[in-house]
């Protein structure tokens, strides 16, 4: 196991773009977990972001919150501020393990670790997140519903760093955060939704329901045009337009779909007016 050193922000894009195939580390939740049995990983070259202080704090302006590459979840549950205006940011960041990993966690290593069950992923999405990428060719911005292009790939070169993630700020009229595992914390998703609605329009976000978290046009145009739902079944075949879960070790394929319909019809149909 190699680490490098960053004091700086260019110091480290320097390191990532010297060596192709090393791994930026920040908070190193998701790298330990699998550490005992992942014998290649202690062969690779990894980049300490720990150093880097100017990607640590979170900054409010009129138009958006923007949270740096090292925010951790913990910095966000204790913003009042946020829990007021995201408070699915504070929902979620909650889920996300023990305390100690809600310290140590980062919402940027939550994004590039790019597992379809993420908790902080969801919300992001839901809120119209941008992720902030940056090399020693420059910036480069890409909203986090077009971030993913498939299981564990995203639109992030070897020499970029997520440096901050801008969310705009909106009044919402609706959200909620949902995540359904075998217990109530330290869980992975068996199903996990995120809903939102501002002048923006509707956001429905899955997770665990398709290689990656996706957002579900189908379920967003059924909100917007107001039709109406009687039973949960109906939303089926819109949720099967906008995802397509599996068969693993934690629920079946058809469990997820009939879930989330579930969920989805509970949540909203006081919202909707559906019976």
């Known amino acids: 196991m190699r680490v490098l050193l960053a004091d700086r922000v260019p110091e480290a894009l320097g390191l990532l773009a010297g060596d192709g195939a090393a791994i930026p580390v920040a908070g190193g939740t998701d790298l330990l977990v699998h550490w005992p049995v992942r014998i290649d990983a202690h062969d690779r070259t990894y980049v300490d972001l720990s150093r880097l202080e100017d990607l640590k704090p979170l900054r409010w302006s009129d138009r958006e919150l923007v949270l740096g590459g090292l ?3 913990w910095d966000v549950i204790q913003d009042e501020r946020i829990g007021r205006e995201f408070p699915l940011l504070v929902r979620a960041a909650r889920q996300v393990g023990a305390i100690q990993i809600q310290a140590r966690g980062t919402w940027a290593g939550n994004i590039v670790n790019a597992s379809p069950a993420a908790d902080g992923v ?3 999405m839901a809120y119209d997140a941008v992720v902030v990428l ?3 060719r420059g910036r480069e911005e890409v909203p986090l519903d077009h971030f993913y292009t498939g299981y564990k790939e995203m639109r992030r070169r070897a020499d970029q760093l997520v440096v901050a993630i801008r969310i705009p700020r909106r009044p919402y009229s609706y959200q909620v955060f949902e995540k359904v ?3 109530r914390a330290q869980a992975i998703a068996k199903v996990g939704l995120a809903v939102t609605r501002s002048d923006a329009g509707w956001r429905v976000v899955a997770a665990s329901m398709a290689p990656t978290i996706r957002r579900c046009p189908m379920l967003e145009r059924l909100l917007e ?6 039973h949960p079944g109906d939303l089926v075949p819109a949720i099967t337009q906008d995802v397509s879960p599996i068969d693993d070790v934690r629920s079946t394929a058809e469990y997820r779909r009939r879930v989330m319909a579930r969920v989805l019809y509970d949540d909203l149909r006081e919202t909707c007016g559906w019976p």
């Open 122 to 124: 969801p919300v992001l």
């Open 225 to 230: 045009q107001r039709v109406q739902v009687a």
């Open 71 to 73: 925010t951790t979840y």
């Open 134 to 136: 940056e090399s020693g």
């Open 181 to 183: 595992g075998s217990r």
